[in-house]
């Protein structure tokens, strides 16, 4: 692996090698203390972000590397100066061995690529995708699940603009009898390619405008936040699907609660209890998937 800029990238192999990778640096961090000595990894962040900057710099951290870091590069970069991110990505890698970017174009980490002389780890390209954030959803599912092939999965809220929604169905793709339930607002739902590439890979696509079209034996939910930055200048107003202790003991006891983070009030925090809601077991896991996937790029080059 060199660049990760999108989820058309990964093969099925490709993730099980991440997973096993993933497994041993949980079992055996201290096998992997000194993987990246010596090896500078920079964040490059135009978009806000808590859980991704901060789990891939730990991450380096934990792997022995070292971290240079702009946490608001659109306005504290010199692209408030009006550098293009070309030259930007040019100049950044001449400093360090790997660059984790977010920017809010979705073309942006394959630009970055094409100019980058170091890997490029697309940490989220505006609407379009979210690479590393869905390996470690397919990462946490295979957790709780301990398979992927067979499951039903419904992916809620904002299937427009959520990147990470775009990214899973693309990984889950990689699986044999997938069924995606996908419930949002109809402004708000799937894009059409998406669709399509899903009917193309075999998965059966159902959307839905009300959680009582999910089955109540739905193996996953995957909930997301809607992304009003990306329609900031309309006056939409969306109503949210709440997801509560109420509604959620219509879902089996096997059916487990999903969220990238951050939440607002779609996911209700009375539930935070339950213990089906593993979404800040989820965001745990994405420090260990970033470091297996940092050191599959980086480590021995
Ligand atoms: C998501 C993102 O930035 O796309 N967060 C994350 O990386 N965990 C989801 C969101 O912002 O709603």
């Given at each position: 692996m060199y660049h990760v800029i999108?989820?058309?990238?990964?093969s099925r192999d490709d993730l099980e090698s991440i997973f096993r990778l993933t497994d041993a640096v949980r079992s055996q961090p201290e096998a992997f203390?000194?993987?990246?000595?010596g090896k500078i990894v920079a964040t490059v962040f135009y978009e806000p972000s808590t859980r991704t900057r901060l789990s891939f710099e730990a991450a380096v951290l934990r792997l022995g590397g070292n971290v240079i870091s702009t946490e608001n590069a659109k306005e504290m970069s010199s692209a408030i100066k009006g550098e293009s991110l070309p030259d930007t990505i040019r100049v950044i890698a001449g400093y360090c061995d790997a660059i984790v970017l977010r920017h809010p174009d979705i073309r942006s980490a394959e630009v970055a690529a094409q100019v980058s002389r170091v890997p490029i780890i697309n940490a989220g390209s505006g609407s379009g995708e979210h690479p590393t954030q869905a390996v470690l959803d397919v990462y946490t599912i295979y957790q709780y699940k301990?398979?992927?092939?067979g499951l039903t999965i419904a992916v809620l809220g904002d299937?427009?603009?959520g990147r990470t929604v775009h990214s899973l169905v693309k990984l889950l793709?990689?699986?044999?009898?997938i069924t995606i339930y996908g419930l949002s607002r109809d402004v708000l739902s799937l894009p059409e390619d998406y669709i399509a590439y899903l009917a193309t890979k075999g998965v059966r696509y159902i959307p839905c405008r009300?959680?009582?079209?999910?089955?109540?034996?739905?193996?996953v939910l995957y909930h997301t936040r809607t992304q009003t930055e990306r329609f900031a200048n309309t006056d939409l107003q969306i109503e949210e699907f709440i997801i509560d202790k109420e509604s959620l003991?219509?879902?089996?006891?096997?059916t487990i609660l999903m969220h990238?983070?951050?939440?607002?009030?779609?996911?209700?925090?009375?539930?935070?209890?339950?213990?089906?809601?593993v979404f800040f077991a989820q965001s745990h896991y994405g420090m260990y998937v970033r470091m297996s996937l940092l050191h599959s790029i980086l480590a021995g080059r």
């Open positions: 999108s989820c058309d990238q990964f203390r000194t993987a990246l000595a301990k398979k992927i092939d299937l427009l603009f793709a990689l699986y044999r009898d009300s959680l009582r079209e999910i089955p109540p034996e739905v193996d003991d219509y879902f089996s006891p096997h990238p983070l951050p939440r607002r009030n779609e996911i209700a925090p009375d539930v935070d209890g339950d213990k089906r809601a």
